[in-house]
C-alpha cells in the first residue's frame, strides 16, 4: 500500500508562492505517476497537474498553466508542486495521487489509485 504524504500548504497573500510536497512510500516510486488535485469549499475535486513516471509527459490544467510546476525527485520518493502567482480562487485543500502502474488518464481522479491527506492553500486578496 503507498502512503502519500504532503506538506507545505499554508496562508498567502495574492501573487505570492508556494511550494507543495507530497512524499511516497514505495521503493518502485520511480514507476508511479503522479498528479495533484484540489478541492475548494462546495465545489467538486479538479485536476491541477500531472506528471509520468520519467517526467517526460506533464499535464496542466488550463487554470494554472504558466503559474504552477509540477516536478519530481525519484531519488526521494517526492514530487512537487511549484505555485506563483497565486490568485484568491487557488484556495483549496490540495492532494497528491499516485497511479501505479502508470497507465494513463492523468487528468481522472478515478484513475488514481492512492491518495494522501491534503493540505491547505489559502490565498487572501
Known amino acids: 500500500q503507498v502512503q502519500l504524504v504532503e506538506s507545505g500548504g499554508g496562508l498567502v497573500q495574492a501573487g505570492g508562492s508556494l511550494r507543495l510536497s507530497c512524499a511516497a512510500s514505495?521503493?518502485?516510486?520511480?514507476?508511479?505517476?503522479m498528479g495533484w488535485f484540489r478541492q475548494a469549499p462546495g465545489k467538486e475535486r479538479e485536476f491541477v497537474a500531472a506528471?509520468?513516471?520519467?517526467?517526460?509527459?506533464?499535464v496542466y490544467a488550463d487554470s494554472v498553466k504558466g503559474r504552477f510546476t509540477i516536478s519530481r525527485d525519484n531519488a526521494k520518493n517526492t514530487v512537487y508542486l511549484q505555485m506563483n502567482s497565486l490568485k484568491p480562487e487557488d484556495t483549496a485543500v490540495y492532494y497528491c495521487?499516485?497511479?501505479?502502474?502508470?497507465?494513463?488518464?492523468?487528468?481522472?481522479?478515478?484513475?488514481?489509485?492512492?491518495w494522501g491527506q491534503g493540505t491547505q492553500v489559502t490565498v487572501s486578496s
Open positions: 495521487a499516485a497511479q501505479y502502474p502508470e497507465r494513463g488518464g492523468l487528468v481522472y481522479g478515478i484513475r488514481y489509485d492512492a
Open positions: 506528471i509520468n513516471w520519467s517526467g517526460g509527459t506533464i
Open positions: 514505495g521503493h518502485i516510486f520511480r514507476t508511479y505517476a
